[in-house]
């Protein structure tokens, strides 16, 4: 499986920006598609996911109400709108594909390359 990330850029607080990700390979069956996010001098955090059969989402706390993640099987490609955005969400995003329903990277088994979001105050 491949994951190509995809969307990020330079944004005023406040704006907006929708990230992509395209899977590729062997990407049928049920599996859960998740963004994660590392801002700099931190640890990566786990932001949103989503089931690729269910379209179940979850969501951390300080993005409620402000991210929504979706998908679309056809394309295979999973989506992060994100809205008001704050100086606190300037990081690298990436998605991952696994095969349980968690928030734990280490459960993650395939990434994507990352893509830098950059919210200026």
């Known amino acids: 499986v491949q994951l190509q990330a995809s969307g990020g850029g330079l944004v005023q607080a406040g704006g907006s920006l929708t990230l992509s990700c395209a899977a590729s390979g062997r990407t049928s069956g049920n599996y859960r598609m998740a963004w994660f996010r590392q801002a700099p001098g931190k640890e990566r955090e786990f932001v949103a996911s989503?089931?690729?059969?269910?379209?179940?989402?979850y969501y951390t706390d300080s993005v409620k109400g402000r991210f929504t993640i979706s998908r679309d099987n056809a394309k295979n490609t999973v989506y992060l709108q994100m809205n008001s955005l704050k100086p606190e969400d300037t990081a690298v995003y990436y998605c991952?594909?696994?095969?349980?329903?968690?928030?734990?990277?280490?459960?993650?088994?395939?990434w994507g390359q990352g893509t830098l979001v950059t919210v200026s105050s």
């Open positions: 989503i089931s690729r059969s269910t379209a179940a989402t």
């Open positions: 991952a594909l696994s095969n349980v329903f968690t928030t734990t990277q280490q459960l993650y088994h395939y």
